[in-house]
Structure formats: structure tokens, C-alpha cells
């Protein structure tokens, strides 16, 4: 898979419908902010069970994000209209199985990387990896008419991932300059990054599915 064309093809569409994201990302930002300057900043991947506040903050924010990613993903597959980013951006809320399913499936998924991490680090950073295209394939099913149980979902993206997890892992160190860039601003870079790692990882999901179904690549480099 070309990575690099995954992320121009997400660069170019960021870049020409910007506002449009910035005004799609904003809840999150805000909710994110609040979360920041309110209860400090948590650098775990999942929110701690320490601070009820925070942890409902953090899963709220978490499931806004699954919308806002489902948005990408229509981005990436020419099914979306740049209007109303604000609306667009609370997608998850406009169907009870795109929202119960991106609650449950967090938690489950929290539940199941903390018992690998008990085990080792290592086994729960490759389960995460296995576990990252859940969510763009349990919206996929629902769309389809095809309500498949939650652990379903998991399973389907263990099985997608299968020798891709490295490729996968390569392409999230490919943004850790990005990262830095978030820190050194204060995070004020995040209003650029977040979006286009969101997008590219879409294509990247988006690449995965046709591949599965022997369809040609859609990134505009070979």
C-alpha cells in the first residue's frame, strides 16, 4: 500500500475544504480543550477510570470523533457534501446504531487492549492495531443492512488487518513529527493534524477494503 499517496490524497482534500473541517472538528476541539484545561492532560490513548467528570468528557469526545471519522471516510469515497460542517460534525448522533455502537465498541475495545496490556505492552499495542479499522467496518455493515454483533465487528477488523499491522504501525510513525508540531504549538496545530491524519487513515481503511475485494487502488500516485 503507498502510503505516501494515502496522505497526499488526504492533504489535498484538507486543504481544499479546510474551513469546512475546522468548523467539523470544533466540538471535538472544544470538548478536548475542556478536557485539557479542566482535568489535565492524559497522554493514554484511552481515558483513565480515575475522574468520573473526565471519563465522561473523554468518551463523550471519543464518540463524537467515531462521527466525525465516518464523515472522512465519506470524504475519501466522493459521498460527501461540504455544507454544513457543524451539523455533520454530531453525525454519530443521527443514528441510534452509529451511536450505541461507537459507545460500546470504545468501551469493549478499552477493555479488551487494557487486559492484553496486563499481559505486556507489546501484545496490547498489536491488538490495538488489529482492532483500528472496528468502527469504519461496523458503520460499513449497518450501512449495508447487515446488523452484526460488536465483537463481530472486532473480529472482521483482526482479520482485515493480518499483515498489514506493520504497515499500519509505519504509517502512525510517519506523523510523529505532526505530533511534535501539536506539542511545540500548543496545540494549536491540531486544527491542521488532527483532520489530516483523520482522513488518511480513512483512505488507508478505505485502500484495505478494496484491496480485500481485489478492486484497483484509488490514491492518485502508483
Excluded at 451511536?99 to 470504545?106: H, Q, R, Y
Amino acid at each position: 500500500m503507498n502510503r505516501v499517496a494515502l496522505k497526499e490524497d488526504a492533504k489535498s482534500i484538507l486543504n481544499s475544504h479546510f474551513s469546512f473541517y475546522f468548523l467539523l472538528f470544533l466540538p471535538a476541539f472544544i470538548l478536548e480543550l475542556i478536557s485539557g484545561v479542566v482535568f489535565g492532560y492524559n497522554a493514554h490513548p484511552y481515558p483513565e477510570p480515575s475522574d468520573g467528570a473526565s471519563l465522561l468528557i473523554s468518551w463523550l469526545t471519543s464518540v463524537l470523533l467515531v462521527g466525525v471519522y465516518f464523515v472522512c471516510l465519506d470524504a475519501i469515497r466522493e459521498k460527501l457534501t461540504y455544507d454544513q460542517p457543524l451539523q455533520k460534525s454530531l453525525f454519530v448522533f443521527s443514528n441510534g446504531d452509529y451511536f450505541v455502537g461507537a459507545l460500546l465498541l470504545s468501551i469493549i475495545q478499552y477493555i479488551f487492549i487494557v487486559l492484553w496490556m496486563i499481559l505486556l505492552i507489546i501484545p496490547g499495542i498489536v491488538k490495538a492495531m488489529a482492532y483500528s479499522q472496528t468502527f469504519f467496518i461496523y458503520r460499513d455493515a449497518i450501512d449495508q443492512g447487515e446488523h452484526i454483533p460488536y465483537t463481530e465487528a472486532i473480529t472482521r477488523s483482526r482479520r482485515l488487518m493480518v499483515g498489514h499491522k506493520w504497515e499500519y504501525f509505519v504509517m502512525s510513525l510517519s506523523f510523529l513529527g505532526w505530533a511534535l508540531v501539536v506539542m511545540v504549538t500548543a496545540g494549536i496545530a491540531a486544527i491542521w493534524v488532527q483532520p489530516y491524519m483523520s482522513l488518511s487513515f480513512a483512505n488507508y481503511y478505505n485502500e484495505l477494503v478494496r484491496q480485500e475485494n481485489g478492486q484497483p487502488s484509488q490514491t492518485t500516485q502508483s
